[in-house]
């Protein structure tokens, strides 16, 4: 029986061998650069979703790609073993901003690029990219912060937190009660925080740090 996840890894093998990203892929196929994204193979209640028959043409098109080649990846019978998983990639500063998640602070819109990914579990993972020093000595400029939204949170997890005003902040959690979120600073020049449960939109687990 063909599954979802044969059909997504048939085309993320088949941007690695044409040497693209699978957002690449799809902006070179002509489409939107998230057609491909980890968001988009799930429904919000976390149920598979096919990708259109449409973008799959398109790619196969823009790549030369025979449906006799593609069915060879659906099928494992080339490139020797499962491609690399990848996940969404945005600016630190761009969190901030409206479009980049949805409700439950799941990866959502435009403007995403993708990078591969360390062995994390939760497919809502993302990753965050740190401009600045206001998070040192911790995180410095340039590092690369894995966030996943399933995880579940305990006192001493590094957290980013975005609040309902739009400010996003990365912590180390204190303590979370039914109002409020205590939260340490990660640099000493910055004081802690103590936000209203109400006032904040969704808290994330940092799982992992690239430096």
Request: glycine share 8%; charged share 30%.
């Amino acid at each position: 029986m063909l599954t979802h996840s044969q059909i997504w890894r048939a085309i993320d093998r088949l941007a690695q061998s044409k040497g693209f990203s699978p957002s690449g892929l799809a902006r070179r196929a002509g489409l939107d650069s998230t057609t491909f994204n980890r968001s988009k193979r799930t429904t919000r209640e976390g149920k598979p979703r096919w990708p259109s028959t449409e973008s799959i043409a398109k790619i196969l098109d823009a790549t030369t790609t025979s449906f006799a080649e593609f069915t060879a990846l659906v099928e494992d019978r080339s490139y020797g073993g499962p491609a690399p998983r990848t996940i969404p990639l945005i600016g630190f500063a761009q969190a901030g901003q409206a479009g980049y998640f949805d409700d439950a602070g799941y990866p959502a819109g435009a403007g995403w690029d993708e990078i591969r990914s360390p062995d994390v579990t939760d497919s809502h993972a993302y990753a965050l990219e740190v401009s600045g020093d206001s998070m040192q000595p911790v995180y410095r400029d340039g590092d690369r912060l894995i966030v996943s939204p399933d995880s579940s949170l305990r006192r001493g997890d590094r957290v980013v937190v975005r609040t309902r005003d739009g400010e996003v902040m990365v912590k180390e959690l204190l303590r979370l009660s039914e109002k409020r979120v205590e939260l340490r600073s990660l640099n000493p020049a910055h004081g802690d925080r103590t936000l209203e449960r109400e006032g904040v939109e969704w808290i994330a687990r940092v799982v992992w740090v690239s430096q």
